[in-house]
């Protein structure tokens, strides 16, 4: 097919795939609104027979749950009709209330809001209990306690009110961290509430319990008795340990399930009889070790835990259960592929079976009788697809993109051996029309502990396929999916052994008659970007290089990220390993690059703060390397705005046609 930017623009981005008791599915179907600026989401009925538009479209609108009787709950920042909705020193915010659309039929119906917005919701599966998440201001009553307190969200809303007339965004910080992502974490902090349908009021669950919910995976039992969570807790010199607790709904009395002093509990699934809850257990890392990640059993009853599957060393995630809650299905990086498992938890001897690898399957949903799931390939987007509950059977589609013609760019894969005696491997993807070589593009991936195993919005090989690049996705040292050797072997070595294996695997490639090594480029974003610095410090072999959102000074950079603990826990202490620290900082190695170089930032990228990328531009000027700057100033770690998203490709792909195919320049067209 013809892939240009407005095709690519026009691609329906599927997620969030839920199943309802009844056995529907439903997906979030994500496309640019009228006016192009933003995404506006379709919640899609999908089935056998096809597909029927349930809600919207509309910006920030999402099915987070179902009732036991079929009912969708959704999120919505439609105008809230009870003026619940309060802004936080921001006029004109819309914050998303809960509502409820009918399996029967009809309008989606008002359930309840909170002047921050409705973040998480789950359902009990049984009961029909509903607990959701929300941030409250910490000053609300409730403070300091975890009483059961129905008037913090009133509180809540006249204190936004006294900010807003008083004009006032200040914020105040007495604690560790001061942003995540792109949010500062200030006054507001979440809380669990409960929602009386009776009355349509949210009762506050857990009061004021500081940060402790931070990004929590939550569920309910099915009787509605229990909330299971994970629960931060501070453990020093701004660091933050992650329990896994029980909540009693009645009472709002907690409890603890698992704690372990060098271990995070993270995402959970409660069993379908209440008894268990399936966990993902982190190992703590620390400069010399890195983590892993388990799959455990936890008794509600305080019972013994049990590590499911030992021996399997791939790191499990999107976890559910079947009906019968025999089987735990799950998927996990393996190979460039994140294949869809499942395992028998009955069996302590188990291991794990596969029921489908091709693709990166993600948003698993069961019913009684079927498995559903998003499957994505390095040349296929997102589509919901069904599995036979037993294994040797192939997914069935049911709804994606079905193009007129091919894809511009065909997959193949590329392999060699490290000099260490470790297979590699990568994706290539090739220009299917190419009269020639065509010249190659290596793309890196973030993460690091992450793989090139499907569908990539950004980083997408088919646009730059379409263009005539051979686009090669290597998966260095430090991915995920070939064991925990191939992360160790990269642990400390972050710009060694990863590069060493990116050069094998480009030159694996460039082995080939299809490919021209004498036209190459190399590029990535986050860790993929600080490894692009790295790559062009320590070799010109390359024409082009373009870095987006990327590491520079790795001691500058500790003190201004989002995370400096966990950082420190990978890199050592900011004084005593200094050394190391100015070691694998590509700054280090500035005055050795002669690459013309493309650097990409957003302005509200807390992560990776727009300072790195302004430095290693200013270094590049200051020695007269060919750069320029792509700075965006509504955008965080990623590119999320249709309009920037075009502007990111067109700058790209002017960058390394002009200095890759040796094309005249020519400058993106809205800059």
């Not at 400069?287 to 019972?303: F, H, N, S």
């Not at 190459?520 to 290089?545: C, E, K, M, P, Q």
């Not at 050394?579 to 509200?604: D, F, M």
Request: hydrophobic fraction near 40%; include cysteine; proline fraction near 8%.
């Amino acid at each position: 097919m013809t892939l240009d930017l407005d095709s690519f623009l026009a691609l329906p981005r599927l997620s969030q795939l839920l199943a309802t008791p009844d056995g529907r599915l439903v997906v979030h179907r994500a496309l640019p609104d009228a006016n192009g600026t933003r995404f506006a989401a379709t919640l899609v009925e999908v089935n056998d027979g096809g597909t029927r538009p349930l809600a919207g479209p509309r910006p920030g609108l999402a099915a987070v749950a179902a009732t036991p009787g079929g009912d969708l709950l959704l999120t919505d920042r439609r105008p809230d009709p009870s003026e619940l909705a309060a802004s936080d020193g921001r006029d004109g915010d819309e914050v998303a209330a809960l509502w409820e659309l009918p399996a029967a039929g009809g309008e989606a119906q008002y359930l309840a809001g909170t002047p921050a917005g409705i973040d998480t919701v789950c359902v009990a599966r049984q009961a029909g209990t509903v607990v959701a998440t929300s941030a409250v201001f910490r000053t609300a009553s409730g403070v300091d306690s975890n009483s059961l307190d129905s008037n913090s969200l009133d509180a809540d809303r006249e204190l936004a009110k006294a900010r807003t007339d008083a004009g006032t965004t200040a914020l105040w910080f007495d604690r560790y961290p001061v942003r995540h992502w792109d949010t500062h974490l200030a006054q507001r902090a979440p809380r669990l509430l409960v929602l009386d349908r009776a009355t349509g009021t949210l009762r506050d669950l857990t009061g004021d319990v500081g940060w402790a919910l931070r990004e929590a995976s939550v569920d309910i039992t099915p009787d509605g008795s229990t909330v299971l969570s994970t629960w931060e807790t501070p453990a020093g010199g701004g660091s933050r340990h992650r329990d896994l607790v029980a909540i009693d709904v009645a009472t709002g009395q907690r409890r603890v399930l698992a704690h372990e002093q060098d271990v995070d509990y993270g995402e959970l699934a409660a069993s379908p009889d209440g008894r268990y809850v399936a966990v993902c257990r982190e190992t703590r890392y620390d400069p010399v070790t890195p983590a892993r990640i388990e799959l455990w059993l936890v008794p509600l009853d305080g019972g013994p835990v049990r590590r499911l599957a030992p021996d399997f060393e791939h790191w499990p995630r999107d976890l559910a259960w079947t009906p019968d809650g025999t089987s735990l299905l799950f998927a996990a990086d393996e190979a460039g592929r994140a294949p869809l498992w499942r395992l028998d938890v009955e069996d302590p001897e188990a291991a794990p079976v596969r029921l489908a690898d091709d693709g990166a399957f993600s948003d698993i949903a069961v019913t009684s009788g079927a498995v559903y799931a998003l499957r994505s390939r390095i040349a296929t987007p997102p589509e919901v697809v069904a599995l036979d509950p037993e294994p040797g059977r192939p997914p069935r589609v049911l709804y994606g993109i079905e193009p007129e013609q091919p894809w511009p760019g065909r997959v193949e894969e590329v392999s060699t051996t490290a000099g260490d005696g470790t297979p590699l491997r990568a994706w290539l993807v090739l220009p299917a029309d190419s009269d020639g070589p065509a010249p190659l593009l290596i793309a890196v991936h973030g993460g690091p502990l992450a793989s090139w195993n499907g569908w990539h919005w950004r980083w997408q090989p088919q646009l730059f396929a379409a263009r005539g690049y051979a686009v090669l996705l290597p998966d260095p040292a430090l991915s995920t999916g070939y064991g925990q050797a191939m992360i160790e072997r990269g642990w400390d070595q972050w710009g060694g052994t990863p590069y060493d294996d990116v050069l094998a695997l480009t030159d694996a490639a460039i082995e080939r008659d299809d490919v021209d090594g004498a036209r190459t480029a190399v590029a990535g974003g986050s860790y993929g970007g600080y490894l692009t610095n790295w790559i062009i410090g320590h070799t010109d072999r390359f024409r082009a290089a373009v870095t987006h959102a990327s590491l520079w000074d790795l001691q500058a950079f500790r003190g201004v990220t989002d995370d400096a603990v966990s950082w420190e826990r990978w890199f050592g202490d900011p004084e005593r390993d200094a050394e190391h620290y100015r070691r694998w900082s590509p700054s280090t190695h500035a005055g050795a690059i002669r690459t013309p170089t493309l650097v990409v930032h957003g302005e509200q990228d807390y992560r990776v703060p727009v300072g790195e990328g302004l430095a290693l531009y200013t270094e590049l000027q200051r020695r007269d390397v060919p750069s320029a700057l792509l700075y965006l100033p509504d955008e965080n770690h990623w590119v999320a705005r249709p309009g920037n998203i075009r502007v990111w490709y067109d700058a790209v792909l002017a960058w390394l046609d002009h200095h890759v195919l040796g094309e005249p320049w020519r400058c993106p067209e809205l800059l």
